[in-house]
């Protein structure tokens, strides 16, 4: 009964391949992240879609491509693997409170991407 | 977006209160700040959530002053397993972009 998967957990791969990452939440809701966390901890969203419409894309290189098929899912595309690209990837789902406050994310446990 | 900034590191002993100071000068007068807390290996989760004064809840307290420019996350009696990243985060409901930042690594020792 996990509220927001990922996988796979660990991903090793080399320099210009191109993986997928996948995400699914049960919570119901109706938005869904990807964010990035560097080895410093530094963690800062990639994307956003509210009901598989992207509403936040913070510059991050087209090499990355989100894709929501349907609410409940959020899978992350990433062309071209370089050794940058190499942190862990969490995704995460909210419902709008609709309260003025803030949602409150539910994230998954992460995706640990290697590239080599 | 209100820019946040708290230390990077904390240092501390089990059974001590720890304190985390969050710094946001810039805080709109609609905006909440929100504190996470992640796990080594984890996700972020949750912890608390406040406007202005005090909220507590069974995990910690969030201490909010008149001005709203800083909050101090308490941490009561700390056990080794509140070793983790707290993260603070302002903003407000609707078109909000979550900022996380760096957060506060907590290392509580025997």
């Known amino acids: 009964d996990t509220a927001v998967s990922q996988t796979p957990k660990y991903l090793v791969t080399q320099m210009g391949n191109d993986k997928s990452i996948k995400c699914e939440q049960n919570?119901?809701?109706?938005?869904m992240y990807w964010y990035k966390q560097d080895s410093k901890k530094f963690l800062k969203i990639m994307f956003s879609?509210?009901?598989?419409?992207?509403?936040i894309n913070e510059t991050v290189p087209n090499r990355f491509s989100p894709k929501s098929p349907d609410k409940a899912h959020l899978n992350l595309h990433i062309n071209s693997l370089e050794l940058g690209d190499s942190a862990v990837y969490f995704c995460?789902?909210?419902?709008?409170?609709?309260?003025?406050?803030?949602?409150?994310?539910?994230f998954g446990p992460g995706t640990r991407l290697t590239v080599l | 977006l209100a820019k946040t900034t708290q230390p990077i590191s904390m240092d501390s002993y089990e059974g001590q209160e720890v304190n985390i100071t969050c710094s946001h000068n810039?805080?709109?007068?609609?905006?909440?700040i929100t504190w996470y807390q992640q796990f080594p290996s984890q996700g972020p989760r949750f912890i608390i959530q406040?406007?202005?004064t005090k909220v507590t809840n069974e995990v910690a307290s969030l201490f909010i002053p008149a001005d709203r420019k800083s909050s101090t996350l308490s941490l009561p009696r700390v056990s080794l397993s509140d070793t983790a990243v707290y993260y603070c985060?302002?903003?407000?409901?609707?078109?909000?972009?979550?900022?996380f930042g760096r957060g506060t690594s907590l290392i509580v020792h025997p």
């Open positions: 985060l302002v903003g407000k409901g609707g078109s909000y972009i979550p900022t």
């Open positions: 995460a789902s909210s419902q709008l409170a609709g309260t003025g406050r803030p949602d409150t994310q539910y």
């Open positions: 406040g406007y202005k």
């Open positions: 810039n805080i709109a007068t609609n905006d909440y």
């Open positions: 879609y509210n009901n598989k419409e992207l509403i």
């Open positions: 919570l119901g809701h109706d938005t």
